[in-house]
């Protein structure tokens, strides 16, 4: 499932305090708030740090939208730990520093296991345990993140800061606010009768962005021409000291804690163990790191390191080494610290992973958007798990800074531990014969002279039509996962039709017959049936995935969505264009002057022109019928009719009547209320039902849903 969205055009409200006392109808809401505040947070709790939701999107949405309905009405209720408030508060001007309770200390680094032992030893000395008798340690991945201190007054967060320079930091409660794993409240359940939350609560961690949300962001970068973080560490740093904390929300970032003190009250004699104050940590509600274990003297210290020297890469997050805690507090106290660093603690780093190879060849690769990339290609060599023979070298400015030549001996590792690159050259192995490489002056394919796009750093074959690299490249990303997503049409396929004059444009597939496969080698009847009839079926797809598909400059998935829900069909897009209004275009949020200067281009070329005129004839011309013009929505039967889905039809399944509805007109909502027009209702109906039955809403059946849709279009 996917992440349950907050509205992001949802204004958060002015704080209040929530100790506000009022009427008998204020109470009264004021519970219900609480109630709803409650509920949300407990299904943030399954989904962000459990990751096991109980409810669907759908059902969370209406939860949340219920919440934001009676905060617009009562502004005065909104408290700064009320889900709503995660969305992100207005821009700070400057961070304020925090002085912190107790310092941030530091640790220090061992970077093997002699390194380890000899840390392990000087603190047996130290508190004059024999060499025999084993210790008990907690050992806990190191997240490679940003270290974050939380404060927590009476159960209730407050307020959050950096790390600085230990002694000061600066305070980012806005932002961390954001972080849905982030308790705004704790967890109480645990709570025996009469036990209250600690009055002042500090707790550590580490927010670090998951290496998912980190391709992504890059991703989106690429597309939108802005630079890319070079790790997961620096995009969470970057999005965490951010004055805006709408930014920080957007970021997906994601918190382990692995401290608590309790400040002023008990002192540390409140635990024991650090174990027992993790599992404290845990009943709060906090998320704590996966990988971490209690171990007995060295042997299982060294056990640990060892299976989580490559296990660590199946994580969400990227980790850089294991911290080892002497587990017991009283001789942490005994030891005390150095001026940096605990002496009960160290962190064990692992090896970065930075391996030697050769450059056998730099090849000129061209995709779909026939810019060229220098390609590395190396004798095959082992990093940070798997086998790299291809570095991209991103561009020739990249390629000369570095001085790349074939023969040269280069280091090699993997950034973010995924992306092969090339770090740098070791001059001292340079052979004589190595041979520099000279930026191309016609495409490596179709030998069309290369152009250098003036203000971008990239070389470019201009020829788009007739470049077989670059029809191939469209052709590929028409029929991806996230455009046209035509099954069983892939690269080899798709190459054999170009090889055999059969297609040249996506248009062209749409041509095809079952014959035409046929022609080609080792497809048989079977398979050639199965391409005709999925690239027939992809006709059916929404716009956002065709504007997707066509690959215009800059305009990846999300624009694509913008652009389909802004104008419903290509047609309103195409008349925006010929009316030249970029003001239009440029004013839908999240589309800049670049993107739409790249649309207005793309529409007005003659050539793409006549291809979509192709295309519609061809019948592939969306209509998001729910994205068209209100008087055409007017004419939709279920027009203005809000639906509540339970039960199990018997024919559709749920995505699909909703798809239905909303075809015609209507929307769906996840719970029942006086807003509901009608409950579609299926078999093991539950308290959907009841409640539609106790308002006296219509409940109708999927037979009488499609009947009504029947009698409007005959
Ligand atoms: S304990 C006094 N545990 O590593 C003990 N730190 O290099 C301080 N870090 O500033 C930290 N994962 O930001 C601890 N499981 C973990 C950690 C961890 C990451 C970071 C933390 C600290 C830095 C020190």
Request: glycine share 6%; aromatic share 6%.
């Amino acid at each position: 499932m996917m992440a349950p969205s907050a509205p992001k055009n949802s204004q958060p409200a002015t704080q209040a305090s929530d100790t506000h006392t009022g009427s008998d109808h204020d109470g009264h809401i004021m519970a219900q708030l609480q109630a709803l505040r409650e509920n949300i947070e407990r299904h943030n709790y399954s989904y962000y740090v459990l990751d096991k939701p109980e409810i669907t999107d759908a059902e969370y949405d209406a939860l949340y939208q219920q919440l934001l309905a009676i905060e617009k009405d009562h502004p005065e209720l909104v408290t700064p730990d009320s889900p709503s408030q995660r969305v992100g508060d207005l821009p700070l001007k400057e961070f304020q520093q925090v002085t912190h309770p107790v310092r941030m200390y530091s640790l220090d680094n061992v970077f093997d296991e002699t390194e380890l032992l000899a840390w392990e030893n000087r603190m047996k000395k130290a508190l004059a345990v024999s060499d025999e008798e084993a210790l008990t340690y907690v050992a806990e991945l190191k997240i490679d993140g940003l270290a974050v201190s939380l404060l927590y007054e009476d159960g209730k967060f407050v307020r959050a800061a950096t790390r600085g320079n230990g002694t000061v930091g600066e305070e980012i409660t806005q932002n961390v606010r954001t972080i849905r794993s982030v308790p705004l409240k704790l967890k109480s359940d645990h709570l025996k009768v009469g036990e209250a939350f600690p009055r002042q609560l500090e707790v550590r961690g580490e927010i670090f962005m998951p290496t998912k949300s980190f391709m992504a962001l890059n991703e989106e970068q690429r597309l939108k021409g802005k630079p890319e973080y070079a790790n997961p560490r620096n995009a969470g740093a970057g999005s965490v000291r951010q004055l805006d904390p709408k930014i920080t929300a957007s970021r997906n970032l994601d918190a382990y804690f692995y401290g608590a003190t309790i400040l002023n009250e008990r002192g540390d004699s409140y635990f024991k163990t650090h174990w027992e104050s993790l599992a404290f940590l845990e009943k709060l509600g906090f998320k704590v790191n996966p990988g971490k274990q209690h171990c007995q003297g060295q042997k299982d210290i060294l056990a640990f390191v060892q299976t989580w020297a490559e296990k660590r890469r199946t994580l969400p997050v990227a980790t850089d080494g294991v911290v080892i805690k002497l587990d017991k507090i009283a001789w942490q106290s005994e030891l005390g610290y150095t001026a940096k660093s605990p002496r009960w603690a160290v962190a064990y780093k692992y090896p970065p992973d930075i391996v030697e190879t050769k450059v056998l060849e730099v090849e000129f690769s061209l995709g779909r958007t026939g810019v060229i990339t220098p390609l590395a290609l190396m004798q095959p060599v082992l990093v940070s798990g798997t086998t790299v023979q291809r570095a991209s070298l991103h561009n020739f400015d990249e390629l000369a800074k570095k001085d790349v030549r074939v023969g040269d001996t280069v280091l090699l590792h993997k950034a973010a531990e995924i992306i092969p690159e090339v770090l740098s050259v070791v001059l001292e192995k340079r052979p004589e014969d190595a041979r520099a490489i000279t930026p191309p002056d016609c495409c490596p394919v179709c030998q069309t002279p290369v152009e250098k796009v003036p203000g971008e750093v990239a070389l470019r074959c201009p020829n788009r039509s007739g470049c077989p690299a670059q029809v191939l490249g469209k052709l590929e990303h028409w029929v991806g996962r996230l455009a046209m997503d035509i099954d069983g049409v892939g690269p080899a396929l798709l190459e054999q039709l170009v090889n055999a004059d059969l297609v040249e444009l996506p248009v062209d597939l749409y041509r095809l017959s079952v014959d035409d496969f046929l022609t080609l080698e080792r497809v048989a009847q079977k398979s050639a049936e199965n391409a005709v009839s999925a690239i027939a079926e992809s006709k059916k797809q929404p716009l956002a995935r065709l504007i997707n598909a066509l690959g215009i400059r800059h305009i990846g998935k999300e624009t694509a969505s913008l652009l389909a829900r802004e104008f419903g069909n290509l047609e309103a897009l195409l008349a925006c264009v010929d009316a030249g209004d970029l003001d239009r275009l440029s004013g839908i949020e999240g589309i800049g002057l670049k993107v739409a200067e790249s649309i207005v281009a793309f529409f007005s070329d003659e050539g793409n022109r006549q291809m979509l005129a192709e295309l519609k004839t061809l019948g592939i011309n969306p209509q998001d019928r729910y994205q068209i013009s209100v008087e055409e929505m007017q004419q939709l039967p279920f027009f203005g009719k809000t639906f509540v889905l339970t039960g199990t039809l018997p024919t559709l399944s749920r995505e699909a009547a909703a798809e239905l509805i909303i075809a015609n007109g209507g929307k769906v909502s996840g719970s029942v209320s006086k807003k509901t027009d009608y409950v579609l209702a299926g078999e093991n109906a539950g308290s959907k039902l009841t409640k539609a039955e106790t308002l006296g809403i219509m409940v109708i059946t999927e037979d009488e849903l499609q009947r009504t849709i029947a009698a409007s279009t005959s």
